[in-house]
């Protein structure tokens, strides 16, 4: 698999790279390590450029840099736990699967999962300017449309009257899993300039 090739055409060809994807039988340890786990970076790399090096303006405070130490350790521990988050998803896709109508097959739950998360992971980019960061999460948006068109595209065998709630379903759990992440990330990071980005 071409790492870059695949990414850009989940953002540019989504609905034509889900049937590709679809007839390929890519274990799901293989899609965490070979995908996720280099995509992902870009997006924590940024933000420990941006948050450490850069900075941003706080009203009333000026310019403010995150320590290093304190920023690299933020950009680890937001890594390590949002890729658990998205393989976690994977899992929660495949458990839904029956009340859905749908085949079981974790597979294809963890590439809904994964490369859902594509246009998100490459928009992280903008962490390092954190002042556009929320471009970050418009891109995030996008993924879940992402999503929709793999549950479409028929990974899952779902019925195509259930895919709605099946998709609404798995963005909840997703949701539920960022909340978590935040919660986590808050307990350890419980200082005023820092906020929960994953």
Do not use: C
């Not at 850009?8 to 994807?21: G, N, S, T, Y």
């Not at 609404?168 to 980005?197: C, D, K, Q």
Request: hydrophobic share 60%.
């Amino acid at each position: 698999m071409n790492l870059v090739a695949r990414a850009q055409a989940f953002i540019l060809k989504p609905k034509d790279e889900w049937i590709k994807v679809k007839g390929e039988s890519t274990p799901a340890l293989q899609l965490v390590t070979g995908y996720a786990v280099p995509l992902a970076a870009i997006s924590y790399i940024a933000l420990f450029i941006g948050e450490a090096l850069i900075g941003y303006r706080v009203p009333f405070l000026g310019w403010i840099r995150i320590p290093i130490g304190r920023a690299l350790l933020h950009a680890v521990f937001y890594y390590v736990l949002a890729l658990a988050s998205v393989y976690a998803l994977g899992f929660i896709i495949n458990a839904l699967a029956p009340n859905f109508g749908s085949r079981q097959n974790l597979d294809n739950a963890m590439k809904l999962a994964i490369y859902s998360m594509t246009p998100f992971w490459i928009g992280g980019v903008f962490n390092l300017l954190p002042f556009l960061s929320w471009l970050w999460f418009l891109l995030g948006i996008y993924g879940l449309y992402v999503m929709y068109l793999g549950f479409q595209a028929g990974l899952m065998d779902t019925p195509k009257e259930k895919v709605a709630g099946y998709l609404i379903v798995s963005i909840v759990a997703y949701v539920v899993l960022f909340g978590i992440i935040a919660v986590i990330m808050g307990a350890i990071f419980a200082v005023g300039t820092l906020s929960p980005r994953f």
